[in-house]
């Protein structure tokens, strides 16, 4: 043994059966083997036992989920309603409208006024229904008169005043009882 004895000594096994030993097979090979199945075993108690008790809450975000589904489909079918509606067009009225009743111009008891003094006496009026196309007003109107004479002299006055433009008789017709039933458009200028 002379002077390079005093170093490490490796023992290196080269045989086919390495771990002979009882300890050396606990330790290298069953009890790894032995620690991944209890951690395998915790997950899985872990994972079923909060599957298990927040059941109620996963049946909770299930029925959210249902509700959202139900509330899409219908934004999709109010979406295609909405597709078929003339925004433009109805923008459009709603702001003539919108600044008629803020402005006041399209006053119900001037306009009655008016009826007041260009009705003959042996007209009645039935029905009165305002229409907007563009800056102007059409007036839509039924009414009933006694004779044929009676009609041309209120759409002769509707004629001549200037709150009234293009009176035009679109239907008439002679009722069982002797009056005549009809129906007057005609344009209605607002302002002063």
């Known amino acids: 043994m002379g002077k390079y004895s005093r170093g490490l000594i490796l023992n290196i096994n080269f045989s086919t059966k390495p771990c002979v030993g009882k300890r050396e097979k606990i330790l290298k090979i069953y009890l790894p083997f032995f620690l991944i ?3 395998t075993l915790v997950n899985l108690s872990v994972f079923l036992y909060y599957r298990l008790e927040n059941s109620s809450s996963h049946g909770k975000i299930d029925k959210l989920k249902r509700e959202i589904s139900n509330y899409n489909k219908k934004i999709a079918l109010n979406l295609s ?3 078929k509606v003339k925004f ?3 923008k459009k009225e709603y702001a003539f409208y ?6 006041r111009k399209l ?6 006024e008016r009826f007041e003094k260009i009705l003959p006496e ?3 009026l039935a029905m009165i229904s305002p229409k907007v196309e563009g800056k102007k007003i059409l007036l839509s109107i039924s009414a009933e008169a006694k004779s044929k004479e009676s009609e041309l002299k209120f759409v002769e006055n509707l004629a001549k005043n200037k709150k009234f433009a293009h009176p035009f008789i679109e239907y008439e017709s ?5 009056s005549l039933k009809f129906s007057i458009s005609v344009e209605y200028r607002i302002g002063k």
């Open 174 to 178: 002679l009722d069982p009882s002797g």
């Open 107 to 112: 006053s119900w008891a001037d306009l009655f």
């Open 37 to 39: 199945i209890v951690l």
């Open 98 to 103: 919108y600044s008629m009743s803020v402005k």
């Open 122 to 124: 042996d007209v009645k």
């Open 88 to 90: 433009k067009q109805f």
């Open 81 to 83: 309603d909405l597709k």
